[in-house]
Nanobody
Framework: QVQLVESGGGLVQAGGSLRLSCAAS????????MGWHRQAPGKQHEFVAS???????NYADSVKGRFTISRDNAKNTVYLQMNSLKPEDTAVYYCKLVRWPAGNTYWGQGTQVTVSS
């Protein structure tokens, strides 16, 4: 079983920065993709960013140039550095891990990010 524990959310003013962390534990050997999704009140769950075991990254257009995803494979941890935050970035951010080749998917419990204007 895989467990994901997120941290780093909080309240920040527009233009500020936050860094989210997600630590994975359990059966996580082998290839995997880790990433972040978010869900704002009244909106659909949406993809934010992902990173593979080989450090290939992908970003939603809405966060390109402002957010940076990285991972420390030795610590089984993925990070999301969020800069130039906007009020529309306010959401619950969820960590996601997909183990390959089976495609087994795991989610964290979510961490709240609130950006005030």
């Amino acid at each position: 079983q895989v467990q994901l524990v997120e941290s780093g959310g909080g309240l920040v003013q527009a233009g500020g920065s936050l860094r989210l962390s997600c630590a994975a534990s359990g059966s996580i050997s082998g290839r995997s993709t880790m990433g972040w999704h978010r869900q704002a009140p009244g909106k659909q769950h949406e993809f934010v960013a992902s990173i593979t075991s080989g450090d290939s990254t992908n970003y939603a257009d809405s966060v390109k140039g402002r957010f940076t995803i990285s991972r420390d494979n030795a610590k089984n941890t993925v990070y999301l550095q969020m800069n130039s935050l906007k009020p529309e970035d306010t959401a619950v951010y969820y960590c996601k891990l997909v183990r390959w080749p089976a495609g087994n998917t795991y989610w964290g419990q979510g961490t709240q990010v609130t950006v005030s204007s």
